[in-house]
């Protein structure tokens, strides 16, 4: 009995595609490689990411690095596909899941600059919570970014997500500005994102 409870609990997080009127999430293989490399060549993705993808040795590294988490049920990533464009602009994955505390992060998120200030992020930010709250039945869920990024945290702020604090020389021996949503924020923070998405 307490092995079935065991292997219910494991499998309590299912993740899979998500897709909304102009972005696909498809779950990150290697064919991934290839498009997410070409669209990654605008120096300015990474002023503010904390590493820098230069080479396709590099993005190979980092897709199967991301695979690799994925089977150990600890990230779910995801290169995201513009209906629009027909082409792959970005990825994003869910990450640090912990079920046994109903909560996750979101990140490792970052697109071509061709699709900047357009609905991609926010959609994928939308479908993403969705999920997350609706489906996974979350409590809380994690954004964080670089305290140099602004442009990332007014991105995470229009979302309506709630600045927390610092997080001093967290990772890559760097400083993060962490925000949250928890369940019972995410009932306006859908209405909001539905009109922006309009």
């Not at 928890?182 to 309009?198: C, D, R, V």
Request: some cysteine; charged content about 30%.
């Amino acid at each position: 009995m307490t092995s079935l409870l065991n292997e219910r609990v494991k499998d309590l997080y299912i993740f899979s595609a998500l897709e909304g009127k102009r972005v696909k999430l498809v779950p990150l293989e290697e064919e991934h490689i290839h498009p997410l490399y070409n669209c990654s060549r605008d120096p300015e993705i990474w002023t503010h990411y904390p590493y820098v993808i230069k080479t396709l040795e590099e993005m190979t590294t980092f897709v199967h690095k991301a695979m690799d988490c994925r089977e150990r049920k600890e990230q779910y990533p995801y290169a995201v596909y513009d209906k629009e464009r027909q082409e792959y602009v970005g990825t994003t994955r869910f990450l640090r899941i912990s079920e046994e505390n109903k909560n996750l992060n979101i990140g490792t998120t970052w697109f071509s600059p061709t699709v900047w200030r357009t609905s991609v992020n926010t959609e994928c930010k939308f479908l993403m919570l969705q999920y997350a709250f609706e489906m996974l039945e979350v409590v809380r869920v994690e954004i964080v970014t670089t305290t140099d990024n602004v442009r990332s945290q007014k991105a995470i702020e229009r979302l309506g997500a709630t600045k927390e604090g610092i997080l001093r020389r967290k990772y890559y021996n760097l400083d993060y500005v962490i925000y949250s949503i928890i369940f019972n924020e995410w009932p306006e923070i859908k209405i909001n994102l539905k009109g922006k998405l309009l």
